[in-house]
């Protein structure tokens, strides 16, 4: 299929951005799509795709989406190059639909084919709408998927046409459904309220405040691991560090703290979608948010190029697998530690019919205090929580 019609090319005159570096710039690696060239990337197995959203109009508030892709290409052209050998395609910018609902289409079939191609999609602009088409590509190439979405909200309001306060919702109610977890990263209670807290746990979801990331944002590290596809609402970030947004919050993450989250994505094997959403350039104060952003992208860009390929089921040479019997629960929970990356999964029994069709979420990424509650003779919580969910 060729995706090339899509798009259309970057003005690099208009990014300000000019080659010419005595070090190599991200811009000077990256393959483009834009005017001066005017040729189409090739597509690459195992690559980053970025593709700009310039369709603004499912974005429940944050109208003005139309530049949000070109003006964090303004700050990320000129950082430091990524010289860790992953290829790095700008696709350009998606034509805009007559529709937004065809612009969400058109997401759709842009991303089944990346994906059928093995590249990892970076969706920078628009609503988080467009998380819904990320789900439908999954879906297209009949692929499972696990979804976290870094947030202050949950994007679940009442049923209504699809738009960024409510694709969660249109995701759950998607038939057949290919979304296999959700986990929200950073949600703040005065913004969601118990009632939806309690919905969150009724289906099973998995939900964390944002005061218990950033106690100890290494936490969240198994979390993002865990992830298929990774949307972030820009106004999770407090508004000191991301003002380009419509309705900003004095709390959330401060921008280092999303360049953590956005690098632990990075390192994921799993990871294969990111989207920068509900970026809003008309309320930048001197491209603060959009140099923010820029700097995420290059966090998550150069952790890709440092993925240890940590698969427990396809290499058990390189995995210590370790066995602790829980006496007085009358279990065994068994662990699997990477002797490339020191990090640690849980396999999760479950039914024989479940376990064929997911085979891929029997091991769950933990951490190593997860063994060490285990070693203590209490049932580990990510443990229990995907045994509940899979046997239910």
């Known amino acids: 299929m060729d995706i090339s019609s899509f798009f259309e090319p970057i003005d690099i005159s208009k990014i300000g951005y000019k080659r010419g570096h005595f070090a190599p710039r991200f811009g000077d690696l990256v393959d483009s799509y834009n005017k001066e060239g005017n040729r189409f990337p090739s597509i690459e197995k195992g690559g980053i795709a970025i593709i700009g959203l310039t ?34 395609m700008d696709l350009g910018n998606m034509v805009q639909g007559e529709r937004v609902e065809d612009s969400r289409q058109a997401l759709v079939e842009v991303a089944a084919e990346l994906l059928r191609h093995n590249c990892i999609i970076v969706a920078v602009g628009g609503g988080q709408d467009y998380t819904w088409s990320l789900y439908r590509a999954y879906a297209q190439v009949g692929r499972v998927l696990n979804i976290a979405a870094i947030d202050s909200r949950f994007d679940i309001d009442e049923d209504g046409v699809l738009d960024s306060h409510n694709w969660l919702r249109h995701i759950i109610m998607d038939q057949p459904n290919y979304l296999f977890n959700f986990t929200n990263v950073g949600y703040q209670t005065y913004f969601v309220g118990q009632p939806y807290v309690e919905l969150m746990d009724d289906l099973k979801f998995d939900a964390y405040r944002l005061g218990w990331v950033r106690e100890n944002i290494g936490r969240s590290e198994p979390l993002l691991r865990n992830a298929d596809c990774v949307s972030i609402d820009i106004g999770a970030v407090r508004q000191s560090d991301a003002p380009a947004n419509t309705f900003p919050s004095p709390h959330g993450f401060y921008g280092e703290e999303l360049c953590q989250l956005t690098r632990f994505a990075g390192l994921s094997d799993k990871t294969s979608s990111l989207g920068l959403f509900e970026f809003s350039p008309v309320h930048d104060n001197s491209g603060q948010t959009a140099h923010m952003l820029s700097h995420a992208l290059w966090y998550f860009a150069d952790a890709v190029g440092q993925r ?47 376990k064929d069709s997911n085979k891929q979420h029997m091991l769950i990424p933990c951490l190593y205090s997860d063994y060490e509650q285990a070693l203590e003779n209490k049932i580990p919580d990510v443990w229990w929580k995907f045994y509940t969910r899979m046997n239910s």
């Open 55 to 88: 369709d603004g109009r499912g974005a429940a508030a944050n109208l003005n989406c139309a530049n949000a892709a070109d003006m964090v290409r303004r700050y990320l052209y000129p950082l430091a190059g990524i010289e860790n050998g992953v290829r790095v």
């Open 308 to 354: 240890k390929d940590d698969n427990p089921y396809r290499d058990t040479e390189n995995y210590r697998r370790v066995i602790v019997p829980l006496e007085e629960h009358g279990i065994e929970v068994v662990y699997y530690k990477s002797k490339k990356s020191d990090r640690w999964w849980v396999e999760v029994p479950c039914s024989t019919n479940t």
